[in-house]
């Protein structure tokens, strides 16, 4: 088994060189590195140990509570402890508020190490962000510091058994009586629903206080502490994250605060989806670096074969083995650089329509790429790849998901063709990579093929019937344009010739 090593060189050569966060106003480069490296400590030696542990275990469900596996409540009460679940938050609120390009960062190498733990303490900055845009000075009070501290942990409850990717199909009830909330329903797929790690959990739940007739103008987010009224009814046994409890939660008469303005639920839910999809897309990333570092540790030391004059091989100098690695290793950084260059993008705050466009991009591009350098590393370690001892089934049952939750990529790229072809954000896109890659004679002529399908895609009123190609097709150049950039200042790099290397063969292809 190959111990887990977090990727800080590439990702600092991501966020410094490639994606410019200097250009983000307060950005401090030695801090956001020392951050960075002290969680990359506690991520090898504290959290990524357990990931074995977790996926063998699994989450238990014992007299309607979950219990995590060895060592997780442990593990989460150093995490606490170590003020990472304030990593966003206020300072005045106990957070360190830090920038969202940090919390990038330090998000990859959460999964990386243990993806499944990621997931139950990944929600909360959402829930952080849903609370500082939308709740009341009191709720911000009252919730904030908790989560901060890691009092509290957070949930997402949208999902129901007839709802799922059309939301208007919410039955779960909100019904007001005088002053207080009340739900009445079920919820299905809520990750971290239950857990024993903190000693309190908010679900964000998205409830039905209008009509049926109302569609999604009837729905309203409510914050909802499982205490009285929430019951744990089921734990699914999933293809992967055994670790992360996803839960089916039955509300009954469970007394509710409405957050935001009545009818108003989706606006404000969409504060935590939106974070939920970029963290979605760097764990696509993550899992392509942990599935590289493993391929490549595995080819450089297997002995297979032998040369040309006789002597004997490693499995990395066969040429289809190489081909492999090389993909992998391009999927990990480019993945990376579209995700740091749309955080960039999200800090500066001066292309929100651009921001929109690139958030389903990287959604889609960086969870396939998960999965694809995933079974690429399977391949490349034969028989012994299929093998639970060298962590990359988990790997690829880990990262399978990603494609599927926070929005299935194939309704991503319906909305990449439709709606962000109607806004300002497809014209940004075109900017964004003459930014990126105008340096690249490749990129540039694949920008202009890209230009005319764009338009004649605005003109067409069937949209959908080419979306997946028009997507595939946009994130490519998006990723092709990001390896130009990487090649233009991979001196900056520690190993200059690995990326200049990599960089070509992905602009010769």
Known sequence: MTDFVAPTDDILFCLRHVADAHRVEGWDDALAADILGHFAQFAEGVLAPLNAIGDAQGARLVDGRVLMPDGFVEAY??????GWQGLRAPEHFGGMEQPALVAAGVSEVFTGANHAMQMVCGLVPGAVET?????????????????????????????????????????????????????????????????????????????????????????????????????????????????????????????????????????????????????????????????????????????QGRRKDGSPARLADHADVQRMLAEQASLAMGARAICHVAFVEMERG?????????????????????????????????????????????VWRDARITSIYEGANGIHERGIATRGLKGPGADQFADLIRELGGTSDLVLADLAAWVTWRDRMRGTDDAEREAHDFAQATAGLFFRACWAKCAAVSDSHPEPARIKALADRVLSS
């Open 350 to 394: 001066e292309r929100a329509d651009l921001v929109a466009f690139l958030t389903p991009l990287c959604k889609v591009f960086s969870s396939e790429a998960g999965i694809k350098a995933a079974d690429l590393g399977i391949q490349i370690l034969g028989g012994y790849g299929y093998l639970n001892e060298y962590q990359l089934g988990q």
């Open 131 to 303: 609370l500082l845009h939308f709740g009341t000075p009191e709720q911000q009070e009252t919730w904030i510091p908790p989560l901060a501290a890691g009092e509290v942990l957070s949930t997402m409850c949208l999902t129901e058994a007839g709802a799922g990717s059309d939301l208007s199909g919410i039955r779960c009830k909100a019904t007001r009586d005088g002053a207080d909330w009340w739900l009445d329903g079920e919820k299905i797929f809520i990750s971290g629903g239950d857990q024993n790690m903190s000693s309190g959990i908010l679900h964000l739940v998205l409830a039905r206080s209008g009509s049926v007739e109302d569609g999604l103008k009837g729905l309203s987010l409510f914050l909802c502490s499982a205490v009285d009224g929430v019951t744990v009814t089921r734990i699914e046994e999933k293809l992967g994250l055994h670790a992360s409890p996803t839960c089916q939660l039955a509300f009954c008469h469970a007394r509710a605060e409405l957050i935001g303005a009545e009818g108003d639920g989706l606006r404000a839910m969409f504060t935590v989806m939106n974070h939920a999809r970029l963290d979605v897309a760097l764990q696509g990333v993550a899992h392509a670096a942990r599935a590289s570092q493993i391929a490549t540790a595995y080819a450089q030391d297997r002995v």
């Open 77 to 82: 009460a150093q995490l606490a402890e170590g």
